[in-house]
Every structure is written in structure tokens, then in C-alpha cells.
């Protein structure tokens, strides 16, 4: 089953709104790595919504941020990229991103803006004719958000999807650097 753009937004504001676990850890493995999660920052697949695919049991969620507000959580999806990649079948924009021979550089890079007032993507400033929309985003109506937006970025054989509001885009290098010490933190 493929995930559209607006699933993998909807990814973000929902898993913000789930509830995070209690006290234990959380054994999570994904591509071949296991991971020692802290239940503060592990939401269980038992709370994830209805209209997300099933899980296959190789991937989870986790919140950066478990302290934040609510709204303030931001959320981190992994999984395997060969996966992500499979279900791409070579069309949507991981297919030209994460998924390609060449993944195009997009850290330390200036992002151009794609799109309408509703839903938009940002590709990293490259040379003309690269399209490599990293990060998609939407309209969001509630105060203070200008839009929801996720990034799916690469890490070895990982595809981190990261939920961040439009204007946290200059942060998402930081906020990427801060997922991976998080789960190599936690790697068994």
C-alpha cells in the first residue's frame, strides 16, 4: 500500500495528538537494527489511527520531544527504506529523493518552494532541472500553524519521516541530526 503526501502529513499531526506510553522501554526493529526505545518517546502501534495502513511490524513512530506540548511534539516515522522505496514503485517524490542511484544533497542547501496555498513541497536549491521535492506540506487552519509538513530523508539503509511545521524548515537539518543521535542512542 502506498502513502501519499497528505498521509504522511496526516502522519505527523496525528501521531502529535497520540498518547505516549508509561514507564518501560519499547524493543523496536526496523531494516536488521533493534532499538531500545524509552516509553516517553515510543508511541505504541496500538494508538495509531484507523486511516493509517496496517503495520507490518517494521517500523515505528517516535516523538523527539515527549515534554513539548502537545502541538509542539514532533514526531519521527521509521522504517526500512527499501520498503519505502518498493512501495514508491518509482513514482511520488521519494522516488526521486531517498530512492534514486544519485540521491540529490539536500543538507546545507537554500529550499525553493513548489506549489499553491493549499498544498506545496520545498526542494533543495539544486541545478536546474533536478525536481527533488523533500518536504511536502499542507494548509493547516489552527493558530499559530501555517501549514503541517514532512520531510522523509535517508539515513544508511533507514527512511526517517519527520513531521514539522512550514516554518521550522531552517531547523530541519538540526532536527534530522537530533532523530539520528536519538536512534543511534538507542541502537542495540
Known amino acids: 500500500m502506498r502513502r501519499s ?3 504522511l502529513s496526516a502522519i505527523g499531526l496525528v501521531a502529535s495528538m497520540l498518547p505516549v506510553s ?4 519499547g524493543r523496536e526493529q526496523v531494516a536488521g537494527h533493534q532499538y531500545d526505545v524509552p516509553a516517553a518517546n515510543l508511541i505504541p502501534k496500538s494508538s495509531y489511527p484507523f486511516f493509517l495502513p496496517r503495520s507490518e511490524g517494521n517500523e515505528f513512530i517516535f516523538v523527539l520531544n515527549p515534554q513539548a506540548e502537545l502541538r509542539e511534539r514532533r514526531n519521527v516515522l521509521v522504517q526500512d527504506r ?3 522505496c518498493a512501495r514508491a514503485n518509482g513514482s511520488g517524490y521519494v522516488s526521486r529523493t ?3 542511484e544519485h540521491p540529490v544533497q539536500w543538507q546545507g542547501r537554500d529550499w525553493l518552494r513548489n506549489g499553491d496555498d493549499t498544498f506545496w ?3 533543495p536549491a539544486t541545478p536546474p532541472g533536478t525536481d527533488a521535492p523533500y518536504v511536502s506540506c499542507h494548509k493547516m487552519e489552527i493558530k499559530g500553524h501555517t501549514g503541517l509538513c514532512s520531510a522523509t ?3 544508511g539503509d533507514l527512511a526517517l519521516t519527520i513531521g514539522i511545521n512550514d516554518d521550522e524548515l531552517p531547523t530541519l ?3 534530522y541530526e537530533r532523530a539520528v543521535s536519538m536512534l543511534k542512542s538507542w541502537e542495540l
Request: hydrophobic share 30%; net charge positive.
Open 173 to 175: 537539518q538540526a532536527t
Open 22 to 25: 508509561g514507564c518501560a522501554q
Open 5 to 7: 503526501q497528505k498521509t
Open 82 to 84: 527499501k520498503q519505502v
Open 121 to 123: 513541497t520545498y526542494s
Open 153 to 155: 530523508l535517508a539515513l
Open 98 to 100: 531517498i530512492c534514486g
